[in-house]
């Protein structure tokens, strides 16, 4: 489900120049900075006081013995369900705000006439930071396309923006700390590049949709009055409802399949099917998540369940990587601009990307 993970953004008005009042400007920024504290400080507060709520609504209220299945997954999901809201609420709300600096057609502007081992590397990191979904990736590739940007450096670009998304570095920095998070997006980025790069040096422009090279290019860039911070805190707003809104019941989901296998799955089991010394099991987890349906926010937490039972990080990651990356719906959409052997050749090279994170990663760590 990567659709949920598309952003509101800020679309100034061109030729419009930013209405400011000079007097007035310093008291506003100082009620914002104040107000901003206060919320960080209440949610702060909120987020300390999760794990004995949920202690004391799992043993306390419900009375669930201690140390047996049922509870441990009760309890798994009482605290995991407003722990990962509240990290996506404040994420959400941040990647807002940084995406209202990078808008689709500044992507563009950056990319169209880069040399394509530049553009590689740049469409690789502006994918991280640019708004992106599923439903947005026919007319983002015909934007690029149609910008004069190459094959290879729009297919990083493909690759890089739903797999490396801030809300999923996040989250993973939130629940795992800062080596995985820069070990995900580390490798992710790798992937994105060296997929691109590959693409392009194949030459397949005669296996996009001809009708797709026929559309005149449109303009890009233009005079706009540049956002300012209260319509950044409002982008950041928007993103919040728009993404929290459509996203929260597929967390949920996710928390309660990583709550069964907390509770019921026996330690160290994970370790038989995804560990290390299973030379398929590499193979097996990028082909379980293909079909799967899901975004970082609702894959994370079965992440963090499997990691927990005894699961290899090169295999999880793997795992996570086919979800988010080689999304099925996704190549139902890309179809419409795509032929089928062009489809194919992206998902044999990503997929050859991340099989050989996961091996080097069981490998190395």
């Given at each position: 489900?990567?659709?949920?993970?598309?952003?509101?953004?800020?679309?100034?008005?061109?030729?419009?120049?930013?209405?400011?009042?000079?007097?007035?400007?310093?008291?506003?920024?100082?009620?914002?900075?104040?107000s901003?504290i206060?919320?960080?400080?209440?949610?702060?507060?909120?987020y300390?006081?999760?794990?004995?709520?949920?202690?004391?609504?799992?043993?306390?209220?419900?009375?669930?013995?201690?140390?047996?299945?049922f509870a441990?997954?009760?309890?798994?999901?009482?605290?995991?369900?407003p722990?990962?809201?509240?990290?996506?609420?404040?994420?959400?709300?941040?990647?807002?705000?940084?995406?209202?600096f990078?808008?689709?057609?500044?992507?563009?502007?950056?990319?169209a006439?880069?040399r394509?081992?530049?553009?590689?590397?740049?469409?690789?990191?502006?994918?991280?930071?640019?708004?992106?979904?599923s439903?947005?990736?026919?007319?983002?590739?015909?934007?690029?396309?149609?910008a004069g940007?190459?094959l290879?450096v729009?297919?990083?670009?493909?690759?890089?923006?739903?797999?490396?998304?801030?809300?999923?570095?996040?989250?993973?920095?939130?629940?795992?700390?800062?080596?995985?998070?820069?070990?995900?997006?580390?490798?992710?980025?790798?992937?994105?590049?060296?997929?691109?790069?590959?693409?392009?040096?194949?030459?397949l422009?005669?296996?996009?949709e001809?009708?797709?090279?026929?559309?005149p290019?449109g303009?890009?860039?233009?005079?706009?009055?540049?956002?300012?911070?209260v319509?950044?805190?409002?982008?950041?707003?928007?993103?919040?409802?728009?993404?929290v809104?459509?996203?929260?019941?597929?967390?949920?989901?996710?928390?309660?399949?990583?709550?069964?296998?907390?509770?019921?799955?026996?330690?160290?089991f994970?370790?038989?099917?995804?560990g290390?010394?299973?030379?398929?099991?590499?193979?097996?987890?990028?082909?379980?998540?293909?079909?799967?349906?899901?975004?970082?926010?609702?894959?994370?937490?079965?992440?963090q369940?499997?990691?927990?039972k005894?699961?290899?990080?090169?295999?999880?990651?793997?795992?996570?990587?086919?979800?988010?990356?080689?999304?099925?719906?996704?190549?139902?959409?890309?179809?419409?601009v795509?032929?089928?052997?062009l489809?194919?050749?992206?998902a044999?090279?990503?997929?050859?990307?991340?099989l050989?994170?996961?091996?080097?990663?069981?490998?190395?760590?």
């Amino acid at each position: 489900m990567n659709e949920p993970l598309s952003l509101p953004v800020y679309s100034p008005v061109p030729g419009k120049a930013a209405e400011t009042n000079a007097p007035t400007a310093a008291p506003h920024r100082a009620r914002l900075v104040g107000s901003g504290i206060v919320l960080l400080a209440l949610w702060y507060a909120v987020y300390r006081g999760i794990a004995p709520l949920a202690d004391f609504l799992t043993y306390g209220v419900l009375r669930l013995a201690r140390e047996t299945p049922f509870a441990s997954a009760i309890s798994f999901f009482l605290y995991e369900v407003p722990k990962v809201l509240l990290l996506l609420l404040l994420i959400v709300f941040g990647v807002g705000i940084v995406r209202s600096f990078f808008t689709p057609e500044k992507t563009r502007q950056i990319l169209a006439g880069k040399r394509e081992s530049l553009g590689n590397v740049l469409a690789s990191l502006l994918g991280v930071v640019t708004p992106f979904c599923s439903c947005s990736a026919v007319p983002m590739f015909i934007g690029f396309v149609t910008a004069g940007v190459p094959l290879g450096v729009t297919f990083s670009f493909l690759v890089s923006a739903p797999m490396v998304n801030e809300v999923a570095l996040a989250l993973l920095f939130g629940l795992f700390g800062w080596k995985v998070a820069a070990l995900y997006a580390g490798t992710g980025l790798l992937v994105a590049l060296v997929a691109g790069w590959v693409i392009g040096r194949l030459k397949l422009e005669r296996w996009v949709e001809p009708w797709v090279y026929a559309i005149p290019a449109g303009e890009v860039g233009g005079d706009f009055a540049p956002p300012t911070w209260v319509d950044r805190i409002g982008a950041g707003k928007a993103a919040v409802k728009e993404i929290v809104g459509k996203v929260w019941p597929y967390v949920v989901a996710g928390i309660a399949v990583g709550a069964g296998i907390h509770g019921w799955v026996p330690a160290n089991f994970m370790a038989g099917i995804m560990g290390k010394q299973a030379w398929w099991s590499v193979p097996l987890a990028v082909l379980i998540g293909i079909p799967m349906y899901s975004n970082a926010a609702g894959i994370v937490p079965v992440v963090q369940a499997l990691l927990g039972k005894g699961a290899a990080l090169g295999t999880v990651l793997a795992f996570m990587m086919s979800v988010i990356g080689l999304s099925l719906p996704e190549f139902v959409i890309l179809r419409k601009v795509l032929r089928p052997a062009l489809i194919a050749v992206f998902a044999g090279v990503v997929g050859t990307g991340i099989l050989i994170v996961g091996y080097v990663f069981n490998f190395v760590l």
